[in-house]
């Protein structure tokens, strides 16, 4: 005669598992709403791009030159080093900047 399965329960009902992730969504949803005003708040806007490896390692490089915490403080430092240049007056005349 042979063994009978063993019936074992899951931990968590697929309903339960549903509410869970629901309210995890909503949780991180409220996170990023908070980040994103507090962001704004201080002049900042999240933005991603898309650019090639050796810029990414030029960029890495001139964070560790300057000592930068990370990579969205070195890309700022380079963009405001940029505008701050004389080449770009017209365009920082037409942004009001």
């Not at 968590?12 to 969504?25: H, I, L």
């Not at 990414?56 to 240049?85: C, H, Y």
Request: glycine residues 4%.
């Amino acid at each position: 005669m042979s063994a009978s399965p063993t019936f074992e329960l899951e931990p968590e009902s697929p309903a339960d598992r549903q509410a869970r992730k629901e309210a995890q969504r909503r949780a991180a949803a409220k996170t990023n709403r908070k980040r994103r005003e507090r962001e704004a708040q201080q002049g900042l806007k999240v933005v991603t791009f898309t650019i090639p490896t050796n810029a990414i390692a030029a960029i890495d490089a001139f964070q560790d030159r300057m000592g930068l915490p990370n990579r969205s403080v070195a890309v700022g430092q380079l963009l405001k080093e940029r505008f701050a240049a004389d080449d770009f007056a017209e365009i920082r005349q037409e942004l009001g900047l």
